[in-house]
């Protein structure tokens, strides 16, 4: 990766040197006595990449960004394949946010600009991956472990939902829906890893419907995959990004893989899903 | 300034990769990435695995022009978007890329003894640099 880069991208996606004559004539400016970069950011809605050391530090007032800006800086971020993207806002000093990989730092860069309207994110998207994954991502070594326990007992649960599901690895974040015959799920288990939600919702969601989630939209999208499941008998791995709103609290958009698993015991039939965050945020309109 | 026109084929980079296809391979998850497409619904839709998909986004494998057609098809833009900003890309920034002529009045000002003359015209050109242009962005 080339290291060092300097750039400026305009509100047209043009890319231009920091500081340079080229761009200070573009903007008729013929002596720079202030901070050029610093105001084209703040109020011409242009956005600073570089890169640092293997990361890319973009500094933009999301408000301001423009589609075309923002299509030409995810360009930048594939090319130079940096480790993390770092996002400081020129709205909100001294504050930063360190995210890994370029399709991460997309959807919070998108995330970030709705607030100008320029940009537009949907709130709900889940999608399957390949099992392969497992196997081939170590960021997922906590479900490929599960993985590996629904082969070996051939989906049989035995002992408590805490000794399958409790490993440390998971960090809490597993939840396991019994199946009734009509297709309505359970609650039977949830962990302590669900941040988002109140305290006390792991233990009065226990017996309650599957989607009787603080955020009733985001239960009912939620559920379906416990339903397909189900209804396949077969494991789903699939990719999630939502928007949970939460009463009380600021609405926030996660990102997660997840591993939906179908389970049997003494004549019941489960559903577990255990997950792995890869980031959640605030949500732009939120802050 | 003019832009010089590309007349030769991009050189491959250091490791020996094609940089044409580096290009388009970026451009392509670009566009995916754009689209909140994940490699796998991307993969499905040009016939390959997630991983072939991957090593081509890499850059570690040439993708074939067929896979190029496909993807076109799968990410809804013309074939020629892959291709768009090569040059720019390759010289890193939108800025200019040194006409031919440029190069060598650089050569005859360093030639010059740095005295009077050469200070004389290092500031005229600065000067006329400084000077607000008519149209916004490069010619």
């Known amino acids: 990766m080339a290291s060092g880069r300097d750039l400026i991208l305009d509100d047209t996606g043009r890319v231009w040197r920091t500081g340079s004559q080229a761009l200070m004539a573009s903007l008729h400016i013929g002596r720079r006595d202030y901070d050029l970069t610093r105001y084209v950011i703040r109020n011409l809605g242009f956005v600073r990449f570089r890169t640092i050391r293997g990361d890319a530090r973009v500094t933009l007032h999301p408000r301001f960004l423009t589609r075309p800006a923002f299509e030409s800086l995810i360009h930048l971020l594939v090319s130079h394949d940096c480790d993390r993207t770092i996002i400081e806002r020129a709205d909100v000093p001294n504050h930063i946010e360190i995210i890994p990989g370029v399709e991460d730092a997309a959807a919070r860069l998108a995330d970030l600009a709705t607030a100008g309207g320029q940009l537009t994110r949907a709130d709900f998207y889940r999608e399957e991956l390949s099992l392969r994954r497992l196997r081939d991502d170590r960021r997922l070594s906590a479900l490929s472990a599960v993985m590996r326990r629904w082969r070996s007992t051939q989906g049989e649960l035995r002992g408590d939902f805490a000794a399958t599901f409790g490993d440390p690895a998971l960090r809490g974040r597993a939840m396991v829906i019994r199946f009734t015959g009509d297709l309505r799920g359970v609650v039977e288990y949830a962990g302590d890893g669900f941040t988002c939600f109140d305290p006390s919702w792991r233990s009065s969601v226990l017996g309650h419907d599957m989607s009787e989630q603080p955020d009733p939209q985001y239960g009912q999208r939620i559920a379906a995959a416990y339903v397909e499941t189900h209804i396949a008998q077969s494991p789903r791995l699939e990719f999630v990004e939502a928007v949970i709103r939460v009463p009380g609290c600021s609405a926030r958009r996660s990102r997660y893989e997840r591993l939906l698993l179908p389970w049997r015991r003494d004549g019941a039939t489960f559903v577990s899903a255990v997950s792995v965050l890869r980031t959640s945020f605030a949500t732009a309109s939120s802050m | ?139």
């Open chain 2, 1 to 139: 300034m003019v832009r010089q026109q590309q007349s030769t084929p991009l050189p491959a980079s250091n490791d020996g990769a094609d940089l044409i296809n580096l290009h388009v391979c970026r451009r392509m998850k670009t566009k995916r990435v754009l689209r909140t497409m994940s490699q796998e619904r991307l993969a499905k839709a040009i016939g390959i695995s997630y991983q072939q998909l991957q090593r081509y986004e890499s850059g570690k494998s040439r993708l074939p022009c067929s896979m190029l057609f496909r993807a076109a098809l799968a990410l809804e833009v013309p074939i020629t978007y892959f291709f768009e900003q090569i040059e720019e890309d390759h010289s890193t920034t939108s800025e200019l890329t040194l006409d031919k002529s440029v190069v060598v009045a650089v050569k005859k000002i360093q030639s010059l003894s740095a005295g009077d003359t050469r200070q004389s015209l290092l500031r005229l050109i600065d000067d006329l640099a400084r000077s607000p242009t008519p149209s916004r962005g490069p010619a």
